[in-house]
T-cell receptor, first 111, second 109 residues
Framework: EAQVTQNPRYLITVTGKKLTVTCSQN?????MSWYRQDPGLGLRQIYY???????DKGDVPEGYKVSRKEKRNFPLILESPSPNQTSLYFC??????????FGDGTRLSIL | RKEVEQDPGPFNVPEGATVAFNCTYSNSASQSFFWYRQDCRKEPKLLMSVYSSGNEDGRFTAQLNRASQYISLLIRDSKLSDSATYLC??????????FGTGTRLKVLA
């Protein structure tokens, strides 16, 4: 089954404790992206990747890192999480310019 | 001006009604357009792509007006299950996808 898989689905953690949200897709898509969704602000792009080892900042990259060592994986790293990063996060993948497929989302709470 | 703008709603309509949403975009070079549906705090799911000539999928019709820089979504014979938030997405010919903040639709029995 074609899918984008994010883990974990839910995470409650504390300020400053490094965390990683994993994202994997099995559709051989070259394009992958991370979004955060906050009430009233819609989906905002954090980082995206056009292919292996090629990443770029989206609209709200501060406080986040990504890597794309393999085509299927695109982890989101929060080196020192803060409460303003509490949000609902989505990973997505697609062929370039085509509709994106989304993961189920990760609810992240930073206390 | 936002790159992609939608009326947040909510649009409250009775079952069986026809409802239409518009979405305006600011970049005239935009290449690809999509409508997604999102149920409360779940992942967005593709409803339909929007083609230059307009396209239809069952009760749903999408249209693109490049001159006025907007896309529209028409839902005929609304069902209770159509209640959701509808997201407009624009790809401005770069590697980014720009999302509108969504329009909430409530279909009432």
């Amino acid at each position: 089954e074609a899918q984008v898989t994010q883990n974990p689905r839910y995470l409650i953690t504390v300020t400053g404790k490094k965390l990683t949200v994993t994202c994997s897709q099995n559709m051989n898509h070259e394009y992958m992206s991370w979004y955060r969704q906050d009430p009233g602000l819609g989906l905002r792009q954090i980082y995206y990747s056009m292919n292996v080892e090629v990443t770029d900042k989206g609209d709200v990259p501060e406080g986040y890192k990504v890597s794309r060592k393999e085509k299927r994986n695109f982890p989101l790293i929060l080196e020192s999480p803060s409460p303003n990063q509490t949000s609902l996060y989505f990973c997505a993948s697609s062929l370039m310019g085509q509709p994106q497929h989304f993961g189920d989302g990760t609810r992240l709470s930073i206390l | 001006r936002k790159e992609v703008e939608q009326d947040p709603g909510p649009f409250n309509v009775p079952e069986g009604a026809t409802v239409a949403f518009n979405c305006t975009y600011s970049n005239s070079a935009s290449q690809s357009f999509f409508w997604y549906r999102q149920d409360c705090r779940k992942e967005p799911k593709l409803l339909m792509s929007v083609y230059s000539s307009g396209n239809e999928d069952g009760r749903f019709t999408a249209q693109l007006n490049r001159a006025s820089q907007y896309i529209s979504l028409l839902i005929r014979d609304s069902k209770l299950s159509d209640s959701a938030t509808y997201l407009c997405v624009v790809n401005p010919g770069t590697y980014k996808y720009i999302f509108g903040t969504g329009t909430r639709l409530k279909v009432l029995a």
